[in-house]
């Protein structure tokens, strides 16, 4: 008897019942929202970054539609790590797998946000190391790969679960970043975040975001998150989530053919419904039916033999 194909993935360690993750921020971090995502398909959520302290976001407005994708630019507000802890012990009490996803410019922040997660009962941690607009964290903190390095350090030895490290193609030095963080002991990488972007409304003459940049997300991001995973993929050993304008089984599919062992879906949630991640998944294993394949690991980098 031939053996059933199978979408479960190993990745980092990390045993998910699918590839499908929810990316970080699309949803917010309410339980309620969590497990209807998850009982939707994912195997696994992501919590809109946190950082120690409770951080106010920006004005409105902070979404814009563009062409071929989204403009956002949140601030990164979010109510702080104890308030994060609260909620993810509750998500964690559902058996719904939860990465906590983290940011700041301190590596003693890191540190004890990670031990408070860890308890909390995060399964993974990735760390935000690539938002595009905001002063002082994000890419601004990814650049520099000696802090990145400092970073991954303080959260490797805080914990013995996974440890993602996200970055973004605006990131000039992204390869450095990715290599700064594989050495400082990074279980894996996950690409794209954002790239900084920018729309003017031409009737008022004003930028249309009131942080005037943002992070774009969506199809027109999709090409160049491939690339960066292909790249990354070259110059790496540890594991890559693909991330980056995922609409379509074809879209997750050609991330795994560029190195990515999973993959996370975002913006797609915000024009279609929670029934888009059994349409991909489904694909994929009509797909993985076709080519013969039984796990998704069989066809993973495949793109780099040719
Ligand atoms: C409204 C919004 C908020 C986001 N907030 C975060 C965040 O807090 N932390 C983070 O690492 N990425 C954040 N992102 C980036 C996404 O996690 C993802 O990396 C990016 O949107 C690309 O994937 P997509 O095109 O499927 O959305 C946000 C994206 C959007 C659209």
């Known amino acids: 008897m031939q053996a059933q194909i199978s979408l479960e993935v190993q990745i980092a360690g990390l045993s998910l019942r699918n590839p499908i993750i929810l990316a970080s921020g699309i949803l917010g971090h309410s339980t309620e929202v969590f497990e209807r995502i998850y009982n939707a398909g994912v195997s696994a959520v992501i919590g809109k970054s946190v950082s120690l302290q409770p951080r106010e976001a920006y004005k409105p407005p902070t979404v814009v539609q563009v062409n071929s994708g989204y403009l956002n630019a949140i601030g990164l507000g ?182 990515a062992s999973a993959v996370e879906i975002g913006t797609v949630l915000a024009y279609r419904p929670p029934t888009v991640i059994e349409e991909i998944l489904s694909g994929i294993r009509g797909y993985m039916t076709r080519k013969g394949y039984k796990r998704v690991s069989d066809f993973v980098g495949l793109a780099h033999s040719r």
């Open 78 to 259: 979010n109510p702080g790590a104890d308030a994060f802890a609260q909620e993810l012990k509750k998500v964690s009490a559902r058996k719904i797998p939860v990465i906590a996803s983290m940011f700041g410019s301190d590596p003693n922040d890191f540190e004890r946000m990670t031990k408070l997660f860890d308890s909390a009962g995060a399964v993974a941690f990735e760390l935000n190391l690539s938002c595009p607009h905001v002063k002082g964290v994000g890419t601004e903190v990814g650049h520099d790969p000696h802090l990145v390095a400092a970073i991954v350090k303080a959260v490797r030895k805080s914990t013995s679960k996974p440890v993602f490290a996200k970055v973004s193609p605006g990131m000039e030095t992204m390869l450095q970043t990715v290599k700064a963080a594989e050495e400082a002991g990074a279980s894996g990488i996950t690409a794209t975040n954002t790239i900084r972007a920018m729309a003017i409304d031409v009737e008022s003459r004003v930028p249309y975001l009131s942080n005037r940049f943002g992070g774009l997300s969506g199809d027109a991001l999709h090409p160049i998150a491939v690339r960066c995973v292909y790249e990354i993929a070259e110059q790496t050993k540890i594991p890559i989530i693909g991330c980056g304008g995922i609409d379509s089984w074809e879209d997750a599919v050609e991330f795994i053919l560029a190195g």
